[in-house]
């Protein structure tokens, strides 16, 4: 399992430590089934469940979206 490391400027330290489905979908403007296939791929990291919720790490969403930034470049 490969662990993603993002810099302490980049997090919000007021943020959630898990985000639900949704609430990361609509910080990437794409859809709650595409954060499930990014997990899935490999791209994002496995979706953690509580109870009968599935969430995602923040600081995963903030490393995902610093990734494809630098690929951009």
Known sequence: MKKVLIEAENVNPNAPL????????????????TIRRLSQLGELPPLVKLGHSIR?????????????QGMAL
């Open 18 to 33: 898990l985000l639900t489905l949704e609430t990361a979908a609509k910080l990437l403007s794409v859809s709650p089934r």
């Open 56 to 68: 995602i790490s923040y600081a995963a969403v903030v490393a995902y979206v610093n990734r494809m």
